[in-house]
């Protein structure tokens, strides 16, 4: 931290001779307090991924969109398709909360959201909110927020289409329709993407995916993946008083991998919601939302042998979450806002599993108020909370911003979240503890922010306190609780352009350690240092671009005896217009085939193209 105070002295002193007039409208977020502002304004760290972003980097998954975003660890056990774990901040995969459209999200047996499986065809942004938000949302936004949009429509009819293909006998494509006037606006999508993948898994008997001589026979192979899914968002805005919208997300995937119980998988997603917005006067506006997140996997066995090939059914977990939440947003003058709200949440499970609970209510109540006064920002927010299982929390949070000047801003926010342990840390058999406590933390982060004829940059450090951290234990072979777990961290982030190419580049530094341990063992999966940057420009019809990315050393285990070593890895791209509303796309990934893992014994791409023909009006 004084290191940060050092560095944020001298660059005010710097600024002093510098203005800069900035003539990108900023994106607007609304995950950071449950209302509109605009990037520029909001005092939480954030980071905003655009449909434009999607196309300009040729992402064909969230992963490989998401991977070295500021704050943000990702593993992935096997490539395209399989298991994927998201660290935000250090804190565990679990501590994110995730929504579609306002609605939660994600498995409620395991706790996590099944990032492989959401096709990213239908998506128009998302927007990543670091740092704890429980008091306005509730359990598990610990390590923060993550909010996907999808495309909404509007305007004159548009359609779109897509057909790709390359390296690994992938393929992919989608086709869509949008459109809906100067009042309304309806979206509609169908994509597919299937791949016959590579090896998943180099495991033994005893560790990484656990194959057996008898399952090595089978699991020798390429582990591939198909994904099929559509999306439907319509919507009316009667007038600047009445608006409703409706949307639907269905994806199906199936994935094939390496392991000595189960080494195929069928996960269905389904997200259902509404929302009306209406405001009976011009000092106040009410919003409704309702929707349900649907998740349904299936696990079989796939056995080979040069008369058969027959796939046995395992087992089944069916998540089913409704939400329900009620926000009314009052100004007060031109520069208050008060919010105040109540939510509620049912999750329920359904396995051939046998759970001793199957499901868990939740009610909330929240109120934030959102101040501007001359130079200064501020937010504060309290939220009550009563789970069905654990009882009553109650957690805030307060933010501060101060303008230096009109370009250089600094910030501190402290927050405090909880989440409740999932079904499977609980009750899964033969490895649930129903006698875990809800895992609780608090945070602290200070930030600066600058735009400069340089460029615009920031730097946020924060330190992040868990206690009753969930962890898996090996020797016990059950989900405990750990006393403490401290992460501190700095993420800085710096966008320019140098000689017409547009750089965008992010550092994080992470210091994730279990307090409890008797020397400070670093919690397993982060690494602790990620570097990223990219580049992009264009030249008439043609636009080039690239991507470095580096990740520092990082432990596969609790106990740091495993060391999976860090990575670089530089994926290059191209697009041609060649006519109008036609683009071809060329991307080259991995260049250096560098070989790494991010859980161990798990390979990951090669080398490997990628090509693209996309049609947009």
């Known amino acids: 931290m004084k290191l940060f105070l050092f560095f944020v002295i001298h660059v005010v002193a710097f600024q002093a001779s510098y203005t800069f007039a900035n003539n990108i409208q900023p994106p607007v977020i609304v995950t950071a307090t449950r209302t509109a502002q605009s990037a520029d304004e909001t005092l939480a760290s954030t980071t905003v991924i655009t449909q434009a972003d999607i196309a300009r980097l040729q992402a064909r998954s969230v992963e490989d969109l998401l991977r070295g975003v500021p704050g943000l660890n990702i593993v992935n056990s096997g490539g395209p398709g399989k298991q994927t774990a998201f660290f935000l901040r250090g804190t565990e995969s679990d501590h994110i909360l995730v929504l579609i459209d306002g609605v939660r999200v994600g498995s409620v047996t395991s706790g996590t959201t099944s990032f492989e499986n959401i096709p990213i065809q239908q998506i128009d942004r998302i927007e990543i909110v670091r740092g704890p938000r429980s008091s306005l949302y509730g359990s598990e936004a610990i390590g923060g927020v993550i909010q996907i949009f999808t495309r909404k429509g509007g305007g004159k009819i548009r359609p779109s289409f897509s057909f790709g293909g390359g390296s690994y006998n992938s393929i992919n494509g989608s086709a869509g329709l949008s459109g809906g006037g100067d009042q309304g606006w309806f979206n509609v999508n169908v994509s597919g993407i299937g791949t016959r993948g590579f090896n998943a898994c180099t495991g033994t008997?005893?560790?990484?995916?656990?194959?057996?001589?008898?399952?090595?026979?089978?699991?020798?192979?390429?582990?591939?993946?198909?994904?099929?899914?559509?999306?439907?968002?319509?919507?009316?805005?009667?007038?600047?008083?009445?608006?409703?919208?409706?949307?639907?997300?269905?994806?199906?995937?199936?994935?094939?991998?390496?392991?000595?119980?189960?080494?195929?998988?069928?996960?269905?997603?389904?997200?259902?919601?509404?929302?009306?917005?209406?405001?009976?006067?011009?000092?106040?506006?009410?919003?409704?939302?309702?929707?349900?997140?649907?998740?349904?996997?299936?696990?079989?066995?796939?056995?080979?042998?040069?008369?058969?090939?027959?796939?046995?059914?395992?087992?089944?977990?069916?998540?089913?979450?409704?939400?329900?939440?009620?926000?009314?947003?009052?100004?007060?003058?031109?520069?208050?806002?008060?919010?105040?709200?109540?939510?509620?949440?049912?999750?329920?499970?359904?396995?051939?599993?046998?759970?001793?609970?199957?499901?868990?209510?939740?009610?909330?109540?929240?109120?934030?108020?959102?101040?501007?006064?001359?130079?200064?920002?501020?937010?504060?927010?309290?939220?009550?909370?009563?789970?069905?299982?654990?009882?009553?929390?109650?957690?805030?949070?307060?933010?501060?911003?101060?303008?230096?000047?009109?370009?250089?801003?600094?910030?501190?926010?402290?927050?405090?979240?909880?989440?409740?342990?999932?079904?499977?840390?609980?009750?899964?058999?033969?490895?649930?503890?129903?006698?875990?406590?809800?895992?609780?933390?608090?945070?602290?982060?200070?930030?600066?922010?600058?735009?400069?004829?340089?460029?615009?940059?920031?730097?946020?450090?924060?330190?992040?306190?868990?206690?009753?951290?969930?962890?898996?234990?090996?020797?016990?072979?059950?989900?405990?609780?750990?006393?403490?777990?401290?992460?501190?961290?700095?993420?800085?982030?710096?966008?320019?352009?140098?000689?017409?190419?547009?750089?965008?580049?992010?550092?994080?530094?992470?210091?994730?350690?279990?307090?409890?341990?008797?020397?400070?063992?670093?919690?397993?999966?982060?690494?602790?240092?990620?570097?990223?940057?990219?580049?992009d420009r264009q030249f008439n019809h043609y636009t080039l671009g690239g991507t470095f990315l580096a990740e520092g050393k990082r432990f596969d285990d609790t106990e740091n005896t495993r060391l999976l070593n860090g990575f670089v890895r530089v994926d290059l791209r191209a697009e041609y217009a060649f006519a109008q509303n036609w683009r071809l796309q060329a991307r080259l990934e991995n260049l250096f085939n560098e070989h790494y893992e991010t859980a161990a014994f798990f390979n990951q791409p090669g080398r490997n193209v990628f090509f693209t023909l996309r049609y947009q009006t």
């Open 205 to 535: 008997e005893t560790a990484g995916c656990f194959m057996t001589e008898a399952s090595r026979v089978d699991d020798q192979d390429k582990d591939g993946y198909r994904n099929i899914a559509s999306a439907l968002r319509a919507g009316y805005r009667f007038n600047q008083a009445l608006e409703v919208d409706a949307h639907f997300l269905h994806s199906t995937g199936d994935t094939q991998f390496d392991g000595g119980f189960a080494n195929r998988s069928k996960l269905k997603q389904q997200v259902l919601g509404g929302s009306v917005r209406y405001s009976p006067f011009s000092f106040w506006q009410l919003n409704l939302t309702a929707g349900r997140s649907f998740e349904k996997l299936d696990t079989y066995k796939i056995e080979r042998s040069e008369q058969i090939r027959r796939s046995t059914f395992l087992s089944q977990f069916d998540s089913m979450r409704d939400s329900v939440f009620l926000q009314n947003n009052f100004s007060i003058g031109n520069h208050q806002l008060l919010t105040a709200g109540v939510d509620y949440f049912n999750d329920q499970v359904k396995s051939t599993e046998n759970y001793l609970e199957t499901s868990r209510r939740n009610w909330g109540l929240f109120a934030q108020h959102q101040a501007a006064i001359a130079a200064h920002n501020l937010q504060l927010s309290i939220r009550w909370d009563h789970n069905e299982q654990f009882g009553k929390w109650v957690t805030g949070g307060i933010g501060w911003g101060y303008s230096i000047t009109p370009n250089l801003r600094l910030t501190a926010n402290f927050g405090n979240a909880f989440k409740a342990p999932n079904f499977n840390e609980l009750y899964f058999p033969f490895s649930g503890n129903p006698n875990l406590k809800p895992e609780s933390s608090r945070s602290f982060e200070m930030g600066i922010t600058s735009t400069t004829k340089l460029g615009k940059w920031s730097v946020n450090a924060y330190e992040t306190h868990i206690n009753h951290l969930i962890t898996f234990d090996i020797q016990t072979f059950s989900s405990i609780n750990i006393d403490r777990a401290r992460i501190q961290g700095l993420e800085s982030v710096f966008n320019t352009q140098i000689l017409n190419w547009t750089i965008n580049a992010n550092l994080t530094l992470l210091n994730p350690e279990n307090a409890s341990s008797p020397d400070d063992k670093i919690l397993a999966r982060r690494a602790k240092h990620i570097f990223r940057i990219d580049a």
